[in-house]
């Protein structure tokens, strides 16, 4: 059960690794701090996937679920 999950989960993975490549996030940090006076500043980061790792994590929850199917 848990196998199958973990399968699914890798094959969704992947494919929207695929589809969309990348994803953005935001990190908050405080930049200058003077008594009661804090200046924040916004990072915008963005994450890089590459395409064999998408693929291979479609690969990986294949096979972990005909793995998976053969035990029974």
Known sequence: MILRLV???LVIAGGLALAFGSFSYTQEKT???AGPLELK???KETVTIPPWAGGGAIALGVVLLLVG???R
């Open 41 to 43: 500043v916004q990072d």
């Open 31 to 33: 930049a200058l701090k």
């Open 69 to 71: 199917g053969r035990k």
């Open 7 to 9: 399968a699914i989960l």
